[in-house]
């Protein structure tokens, strides 16, 4: 696991290995234990290690025999051990025990396709000295980030973008574009990225430069054909064995090793796989808030005790009443771009607790998506039954529900809040209906409040939900959440928060042959008669207990809305001052006033919309003002004081 960057001089002219060490410097946190570079004329590729396999062995760049290929990789390959050995019968001679360097030797045989072999989180930079070509790529579902800049003269690449702006000759500017697609998703969506002049590469893609022509393709897609006619039993049993051989296959591990442990279905599978393979207790870490009724919504730690306790974990735990003044600098820093998504405080608080004892975690992200556990994929099911009431009386029920308070960190107000969204968009084709349940902000909201109208065309949901091959909405909603959502908002969170205190987190539930064997599944069996998960929870059930495979759902969050309406208000109104909002120059002032007014009376639970908002104001504070996250902080708690 490490930070990788690179540059390839478009206009011939060399590249200067300082530069390349200056871009490390900015990634240091992604590998704190070695560094290397090499260059040639006129490219130049250089990581950040962070040593998990072949600790001593292991140094990047990797190259193979006669120093013609030159490899940067940043990830796991978990089954480089079965490749390692075919390629030795083949005739490779290994220099490292690196699991990186069965890339090299793939390359020399297969050329491009050598991608396809590789089971594992990645993103690689491979110099090709024959041919002068470079070839970029990223893992099949986006586990790892890439960004890349390309103007006239150069093409650059990095892990974190915030390491292309140590380039000469670059600074931080507002890609305007993308202002409103942020706002109404929460996050900023592949291609695009919050810098002006940088993109993300998408997953399962690669990108090569050979002889100043710029080429860039996608070598794998989410599999749209549902196979037929296999019988629960069947699938059930499918579900099982891949499960387990994810898990098994991404223990593999030179250091201590743990796993996070909310006491959900997904973390508590992961744990309990982990707990099968293992001859020592796994080590697990868990978090919980302090605080009153709000915090006690999100406090899971009797689940994830019950299960610790299930499978004799090390089980350590935490309460928390973050610092969220202190932390929103320092972690939009670490993030590159804004988000609305409260789970990046949670994640790196856990990982930073972690990291105390393991420098490798295994987390449960990805089963939700895979399976169909969200509420909002039970919006077609409600939907049909609704449609049976008479006319008059949905829409009596639809205008009386805009009327309905809202607020998820109380109980009943947060039931209030699902019927209120789901009634507001009953009437609705499938996939406005869904646009509904993932939006921040509709798209309505976002143009009251831009003061420059957005002039994108097509949105990602948009996009995705072109491409998804299929009409079944279930299984549209989970192919749009796959090319979306989950690389782009959890993935990218995971990635960021856990390497910002230097810990690699896995995810075996989203291994691509198991996202595979989801994806060939009929949606039925997935959500079957309003039960989430069914299949999941079904192949689980010889593994987990009832109390656990069938609990209500918590998100991984915080209960920032509350703390908007109390200890932090102050913060939320001076990061939304007029003053303030007037220099930025990007918004109206009473639309912003409206989501406030509307949100601390709850008439709308607008914590991801005011999230949203002030985190592109701290972030703006950072890049483009050119200020440190500390200053920022201190900044913001003299306010709040």
Known sequence: MCGIHGIIQLDGQRVEASTLSAMGDVTRHRGPDDEGLHVDGDCGIAMRRLSIIDLAGGHQPLSNADGTLWLVC??????????????????????????????????????????????GMFDFALWDARRRRLLIGRDRIGVKPLYVMQDARRLAFATEAKALLALPGVRAELDPGVVASYLHLGYVAAPGCIFKGVRKLPPATLLSVEDGKVREWRYWRLPTRVEQGVSEQEWIARVRARLEESVRMQMVSDVPIGAFLSGGVDSSAVVGYMARHSSQPIRTYAIGFEGGAAEALYNELPYAQRVARLFGTT????????????????????????????????????????????????????????????????????????????????????????????????????????????????????????????????????????????????????????????????????????????????????????????????????????????????????????????????????????????????????????????????????????????????????AIDRLVADHKASRIDGTDALLALMNLEVWSRIYLDGREPSDVADELKSHVR
């Open 315 to 590: 089980h350590r735990e935490i309460l928390v009443k973050p610092d969220v003044v202190s932390l929103l600098p320092k972690l939009l820093w670490h993030m590159d771009e804004p988000l609305a998504d409260t789970a990046f405080i949670t994640t790196y608080l856990v990982s930073e607790f972690a990291r105390q004892d393991v420098k490798v975690i295994l987390s449960g992200v990805g089963g939700d998506e895979l399976f169909g556990g969200y509420r909002r994929y039970l919006g077609g099911h409600y939907a049909e039954r609704l449609r049976k009431w008479p006319h008059w009386m949905r829409r009596g029920a639809a205008y009386a529900a805009r009327h309905l308070p809202s607020d998820r960190h109380s109980g009943a107000l947060n039931a209030l809040r699902l019927a209120k969204g789901f009634l507001a968009s009953a009437e609705l084709s499938d996939d406005e209906r869904y646009r509904s349940y993932l939006q921040v902000m509709g798209r309505d909201v976002v143009d009251e409040l831009m003061l420059q109208p957005s002039t994108q065309a097509e949105d990602a949901l948009s996009l995705a939900m072109a491409g998804a091959g299929t009409q079944d909405p279930l299984q549209r909603m989970l192919a749009v959440d796959a090319e979306t959502q989950l690389p782009d908002d959890l993935l990218l969170l995971t990635d960021k928060m856990s390497m910002a205190v230097s810990l690699e987190c896995r995810v075996p539930l989203l291994d691509h042959e198991l996202v595979e064997l989801a994806a060939s599944m009929p949606a039925a069996i997935k959500v079957r008669d309003g039960r989430l998960k069914h299949v999941m929870k079904e192949a689980l059930g010889e593994l987990l207990p009832s109390d656990i495979l069938d609990r209500k759902k918590r998100g991984f969050g915080t209960p920032m809305g509350a703390w908007l309406k109390g200890e932090l208000a102050p913060l939320l109104d001076r990061l939304l001052a007029p003053q303030v909002v007037a220099a930025r120059g990007l918004f109206r002032q009473p």
């Open 74 to 119: 940043n990830g796991e390959i978990y089954n480089y051990r079965e490749l390692r050995a075919e390629l030795q019968a083949q005739g490779a001679v290994f220099k490292t025990g690196s699991d990186c360097e069965v890339l090299l030797h793939l390359y020399e045989r297969c050329g491009d396709e050598f991608v396809h072999r590789l089971n």
